[in-house]
Structure formats: C-alpha cells, structure tokens
C-alpha cells in the first residue's frame, strides 16, 4: 500500500478507480514544418482522418447525451470536418506548415473571424479551439484534455482542474477527486464543495497513480491510498452511517444560546439556486456571476444576463440575493474583460478593477440586475469583487444608484480592504469578506498551487486578525456614523462567503469574531448549523480570541477543535 497525503477540502470516504484527466496539449512550435518524410498530401490526408475521427468520437458521445447538452456536442462534431478550417489548414500544409501547427493556425483564424461576427457566431468560436485541440490531439495519439467518458463511477485523478473542466463534470460518475496541485481555496476545492464530492488537493505525486487501479480516498484527512484493504472499507462504511446524521438543516442558523446567524448559500446558477432552496438555506450569500458566462468570448447580452439572474432571484421569493458582479480574471478569465497575457494575473486586473480597462459592462450588468429584480420577488443586495479602497467602494455605490439598485455592499478580499472597513462601510451598506482570496493576498501565497497549500490557510492567525479588523471598522464605523451608543453591533452587515464559512470549526471562530452571516456551499449547511449549535456566542468569543492569539494555523485549528467535544459524536 502506499499512501499520498494531501489537503482534504470535503469530507467522505470512498474507494473506487482512478481515472486520469489527460495533461493539458502544448501548442505546436510556431514555424514548425513539415517532416522531409511526409508529403504535403499525405499529411494533407491524414489531418482529413483525424478530423472525421474527432466528428466520430463527438457522434458518439452526443448519441449518449441528452438535453443542452447533446445539441452542443452535435455541433461541435460538425465543426471537425467544416470545410472553411479544413481548407484554410490544407492551404498551411501546402505552404509547408507540419500538420499540427496548420490546424492550430487555421483554427485561430477561423476562430477569430467568427469572434469578430459577434453574436451566435462568437459563441462558435469556442467550438473552433475544442476541435482543433481533439485533432491535434488525434495527430499525436494522446489523449484530449477533458474530463474522461467512462460508464462506470470513478475517482478523478489530475495535476489541476480548471471551472471550465469541473463544470462539465457528472457527480453521479465522478466520485472523488484527487488533484496533485491546487489549493484548498482553488476553484478545483470549491467545485468539490458544491458538488459535494470527497476531495484531497495538492497530494504530491498523486498523478503517478495507477489508471484502473483502485484507491481510498477520505476527503476530511486528505489521505489517498493504494491498494484498499479491510481498514478502509470499514471506514468507508462508517462514514455512510455518520453521513446521514448530517444530512439536513432546518432552516434556521443559530447558536446554541439562541443567537441567530444565517447561513446563506454560495451559487453558481439557477440550479445551484434551486438545489440551495430546497436544501432550506436562507438566502444567497454570494451569486458568482462570472460562472453564468465561463464560456463567453463576448460580453453577455442584457437579456442573457436577465434571465441567468432572475433563474436565481425567483428561488428566494422574499428573502436575501447577494449578488457579485463580474470576478473576472486570475483563475476565472473571461475573455472579454481580461488579458490573457498578464504576467501575474491575480495581482492584475480582476474583478472591479476590469472597470479601468473595459469601462461599461460593470454599468450594463447593473442594469441587467436592476431589471432582473424588479421581474422577482428577492431581496436583492449587489457587491462588487476586489475592491482594494474606499474610493472604488464610492465608485460601485455611485454605479449602483445609477442602475437604480437601492443595497451596494463590496468583498472584502484584500488586505487594504479590511484594514480600511470603517471608510469603506461609510460609502457602502455591506461588506463580505472573501477569505479565500483574503487568504492569498496575506499570505502572499497564489490559491491555486499545491506546495502553498499550508500557508494557504484560512486558520492563518494572520487572516483571523483581519477578518477581525474588518469587524472592529464595521463597529467604529456604525458608532462614528450614527453617534449612537452602539455597543458591539454592526448596523452595516459583514457576513462571509469565503470557503472558510463551510469549515463547521471555523464557523464558531467566525461567529465569534462577530460577523453577521456565514455563506457557504449549500451541501455544508447541516454540518455547520449542528456545530454551531453546540456553543454559546459567549464560548465562540472566547474560542475566536484564543484563535486569534495563536501562533500558527496548526495551533489555533487544535485548540478550537479540542475544545468541541461534539464534533467526535458527528464524525467530524
Ligand atoms: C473569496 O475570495 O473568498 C470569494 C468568495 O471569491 P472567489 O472564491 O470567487 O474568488
Ligand atoms: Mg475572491
């Protein structure tokens, strides 16, 4: 047996076979020429093959498909042997291109041209760079770089995923997922989350694991094992039984001395919506809006982004949406906004800050949310992402009154952010905070890699002295605003929509430390309302104070821990 130990980012064990997302395609060398063996017919002929084989493979998998899903695959099958890129590719050969550069150089250029048109044409183009990768792909005799078609459940092995790759992928075949880069606040973790699959990210050498051979994954400790034995059947039979018992919420987030704390809902869509409502959350905490339109090489139109939102709005009828404009760029480009070339893109421009480079769409998705409310009944609160100062919150709040939306509020993901709440709290009505990338930034420490995965940690006493920051600012900024005797009560709201929320043990820290509401996957909700539950607001003070004072992630993580007997009796 050998073990891999990495960061486990959701809890549950299962055992089951490893299947590999094939490695990402390298870009054939730019003026690479075509081999003296080969002839410009032969290879000519040979890139025609490789294109009907592509169109059979997505025939194939469109004829198993059902719904949205199966007309796109139908499409793009027809695109692998479109005469327009075929020919524009042939002409390359001629010109003495290898074949694998002229289908990537033609695919471009179609791509572009169908950018270029706009609209309906736009959205093709992305079919354009799938089947010039599936060829490329089919020249080499590797692999395309998707999520693999197998019949049978299995664990997803990769060295990282990206949301586009994750959005396609089926809970009811993937099982588990093993990366060996990625952090617990990567996208890669949060997909996880909200899919409730079992997750261990930056597991070192995980990616040698053997393809078909069976595994023991646990999720909670981040243990990832070969060969499976008695032991670990019997712990995942255990965890089948604790599973249950947390399973549901009522409801109602609170502590156990009746002190309310909502627990709201992280979504990526009106599914994500749907499945929260049902799962009794209290509301939205963050709309990731961004995840509406990964696909998009153009800005969505207005009546797009009305119906994407209001699909969410209308499973809230009467209670909170927040939503967040565009987070756009770092691990999450759009295209139209962000700038593919960027040497360190999550120091870029992202988020708000695309409102300096691409100066309108912010005003034009405030519109599309103006409208998207008033069709429903939620009550709408819109945020903006990465806001590093009070002038940009004042920004936003101007932004938002212009599209006539009556509650701006901002994230508070930055450290300048939340050492500056009380200016900031004094332009806007809310703040929440983003720990993961309120992680990164303190830390220094990029979410998305592996090795960092230890600094990347929102235990960091560090990040807990600023989330505490941010509250003290909230209370200093109420007390000078109002000139009333405000005693440790935060008039403006600071919840969290960080992935931290979902961490049952440092949603007793955050409580303690004061924030207003916890907004996490809707699959963590049962979880965290039983913990919460098992404390009063005046031991969860302590436990955040104790927290706070540690020396490091380890210590404060142990300390809370050892001072919950409860979460032993519910398996966590
Ligand atoms: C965060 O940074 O904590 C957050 C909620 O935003 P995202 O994960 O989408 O960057
Ligand atoms: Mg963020």
Avoid at 253 to 278: F, I
Avoid at 336 to 356: C, H, I, K
Avoid at 509 to 524: E, H, K, P
Wanted: hydrophobic share 45%.
């Amino acid at each position: 047996m050998q073990n891999f130990v990495g960061v486990g980012v959701f809890r549950g064990r299962v055992i089951g076979p490893v299947r590999h997302m094939p490695p990402a395609l390298a870009e054939p060398p730019a003026g690479e020429q075509l081999e003296s063996s080969t002839t410009p017919e032969a290879a000519a002929a040979n890139l025609k093959d490789a294109g009907a084989a592509v169109k059979a493979q997505l025939q194939d998998r469109a004829s198993r498909a059902t719904g949205a899903g199966k007309d796109v695959l139908e499409a793009t099958a027809l695109m692998a042997t479109d005469p327009m890129l075929i020919k524009a590719a042939i002409k390359l050969i001629n010109a003495g291109s290898s074949a694998e550069r002229a289908i990537w150089e033609a695919g471009e250029s179609v791509a572009q041209l169908l950018h270029d048109l706009g609209g309906m044409m736009a959205e093709r183009s992305h079919d354009v760079h799938d089947v010039k990768l599936r060829i490329i792909a089919v020249l080499r005799g590797v692999h395309v770089p998707e999520i693999p078609d197998f019949p049978e459940p299995f664990i997803l092995v990769a060295e990282d995923l990206a949301p586009a790759d994750t959005a396609t992928l089926d809970p009811e075949k993937v099982i588990a997922l093993v990366t060996a880069g990625g952090g617990p606040q990567s996208h890669t973790a949060i997909i996880a989350r909200a899919l409730g699959l079992p997750a261990v990210v930056a597991a070192a050498g995980a990616y040698e694991l053997v393809e078909d051979s069976l595994i023991f994954v646990d999720g909670s400790t981040g243990v990832v094992s070969t060969e499976p034995g008695e032991n670990e059947r019997s712990a995942v039979a255990l965890w089948q039984e604790k599973a249950a018992l947390l399973s549901v919420f009522d409801g109602n987030g609170q502590l156990g001395c009746g002190t309310l704390l909502p627990l709201l809902a992280n979504v990526g869509g009106a599914k994500d919506a749907q499945e929260a409502a049902e799962a009794k959350a209290q509301g939205v905490g963050l709309l990731r809006t961004e995840f509406c339109f990964l696909g998009n090489s153009t800005e969505p139109s207005h009546d797009d982004q009305v119906a994407a939102y209001k699909g969410v709005f209308d499973a809230f009828p009467g209670q909170k949406v927040v939503i967040r404009t565009l987070d756009a760029g770092a691990d999450k480009p759009l295209p139209f906004l962000t700038d593919s070339t960027e040497p360190n893109p999550a120091l870029g421009v992202r988020g708000y800050r695309t409102e300096t480079t691409t100066p309108g769409v912010l005003l034009r998705q405030l519109g599309a949310i103006a409208d998207a409310a008033a069709q429903s009944e939620a009550v709408v609160w819109v945020m903006a992402p990465m806001i590093s100062t009070p002038a940009e919150a004042a920004d936003f709040a101007a932004q938002c009154a212009e599209a006539g939306l009556q509650i701006p509020g901002v994230m508070v993901e930055v450290p300048s952010a939340a050492l500056t709440s009380r200016h900031i709290l004094d332009r806007v009505e809310f703040a929440s905070l983003g720990t993961n990338d309120l992680t990164q930034y303190t830390m220094a420490a990029d979410r998305q890699l592996g090795p960092l995965a230890a600094l990347n940690d929102p235990w960091q006493p560090a990040v807990l002295a600023l989330i505490q920051a941010t509250v003290e600012g909230a209370i200093s900024q109420a007390k000078h605003s109002a000139s009333l005797a405000v005693e440790d009560s935060l008039p403006k709201p600071v919840g969290v929509c960080g992935e931290s929320a979902a961490d049952p043990v440092l949603a007793v820290v955050l409580a303690g430390l004061g924030v207003s509401s916890l907004s996490m996957t809707a699959r963590a909700l049962p979880a965290v309302a039983a913990v919460l539950r098992t404390v009063t607001l005046a031991q969860a003070r302590q436990l955040a104070h104790k927290a706070v004072a540690a020396s490091s992630a380890t210590e404060a993580r142990d300390l809370v821990r050892d001072a919950l007997p409860a979460l032993k009796e519910l398996g966590l």
